[in-house]
């Protein structure tokens, strides 16, 4: 019975969300082809290993990476494939220990979603102009199929992107990330991104080194992500979500990517 009941509380809550979401994004009647579009989700609880069974049972790619061991299953059964065999499958849901992030692929347009700064973000691609409602609407109903409501759906309009801007996005005011970061935080694509900027990615977090002003100490909360300090320098592997976090502390003088040794030409 308690769960009938949380089963009917769950739909009219999506049916209501899905209403009021759509009304106000739509207020954008159509979603271009030459742009992206990022909306806060605000906070969603999900039980990870609940929906990696969910995922699974609706024929999802799944990895899961936990410290240094990754599992992988495509649908079903399990694969002995490495990631970057995977990570072109859709849909796919990449677990990397609490953060969760879903690919879905469509005719018209794909969607994802991901940790973003204040809790989740869904990610409309279009392939075409398509109604801003259609697309939201497909996104939301395809999420709550696996059991994702968000709690702020609705309440922000969408940040739209450029697809091939001559120049990435600027950094916040007062954000001390280096550009090349801050473009792979609101990139399309987190791991087409971190590839062609060569940025050192380990499932859904980077590695990046942060230039400490004179005396200043790590901050409790990024002490998690820490790998190694200097007087001068602290070197990171912080979830992508986090790297804004990370540089707006006022510890550093620049958040930048770990530079990665490159082989002597011949």
Request: glycine letters at 10%; charged letters at 20%.
């Amino acid at each position: 019975m308690e769960a009938q009941r949380r089963r009917r509380w769950m739909g009219a809550l999506f049916l209501g969300l899905l209403a009021a979401a759509c009304a106000l994004v739509g207020a954008q009647d159509l979603l271009l082809e030459t742009e992206y579009y990022v909306i806060p989700m605000g906070t969603v609880v999900l039980d990870q290993a609940a929906l990696i069974e969910a995922a699974r049972s609706h024929g999802y790619t799944v990895i899961v990476r936990s410290g240094d061991v990754v599992t992988a299953y495509r649908g079903g059964l399990d694969s002995a494939e490495d990631e970057a065999a995977l990570l072109g499958d859709r849909p796919l849901l990449y677990a990397d220990h609490g953060d969760t992030l879903l690919l879905f692929a469509g005719s018209d347009f794909d969607f994802s979603l991901r940790p973003g700064m204040d809790g989740y973000d869904l990610v409309l691609s279009p392939h075409v102009a398509v109604p801003t409602g259609t697309a939201f609407g497909a996104a939301l109903t395809q999420l709550h199929a696996l059991g994702i409501i968000g709690t702020a759906v609705g309440v922000e309009a969408p940040q739209a992107y450029a697809r091939d801007p001559l120049k990435g996005p600027r950094p916040p005011e007062g954000v001390a990330i280096d550009s090349d970061l801050y473009a792979l935080v609101v990139a399309e694509n987190w791991f087409l991104e971190a590839e062609s900027k060569g940025i050192e990615r380990v499932g859904l977090r980077v590695e990046a080194v942060a230039e400490k002003l004179e005396g200043a100490i790590v901050p409790a909360e990024l002490q998690p992500f820490l790998l190694e300090e200097t007087a001068e320098l602290a070197r990171f592997l912080v979830p992508i979500h986090r790297l804004v976090d990370l540089a707006s502390t006022g510890a550093f003088r620049l958040v930048r990517p770990a530079h990665v040794p490159q082989p002597a030409a011949d």
